[in-house]
């Protein structure tokens, strides 16, 4: 009976532990919803979208990773920090700013499957076929939803 007990203790603790997933699938949308740049650089497209120059710091970057793990349960400080970016959740290409409620941090496991979608929309933005705010809900359902990332992908070079 003894064997018994330890066993399935063994087996709940691995189960709970392939449960935990060590890293953010998509943004946490309660600190990560996404912001527009209300500081713009420059004007880009035939839109004339607000443009922001890429600036987030290693502290914030830092910052980032510790609300993500401290807040939502996550490993991404012991994991290798190489396999991580912090990602701008709507992308400065598309008007997305550099304050912290647009960035969280990114595993390379997700990003090889939305990375592809931001130069499509930029391109599509910049020949005036896609407006910003198609853009902006093209690019959050494909991080929320990765598994639609192929056919949103698809659509816009379609377009």
Known sequence: MKNIVVILSLLFSVTSFAEQIPFPKGPERQVT??????????????EQIAYCERHVDTRLKNTIIDTYDRQFGYRIGTMKRGAFKIDHLIPLCAG???DVTNLW???ESVYKITDPLEPELCDKMSLGKLKQSDAVRLILQAKLNLEKA???LAYIRSL
């Open 33 to 46: 919803p996404g912001s527009l740049c209300n500081a713009p650089d420059q004007r880009r497209y035939p």
């Open 96 to 98: 997305g700013s550099n």
């Open 105 to 107: 941090p990114q595993h």
């Open 150 to 152: 192929p056919e949103i």
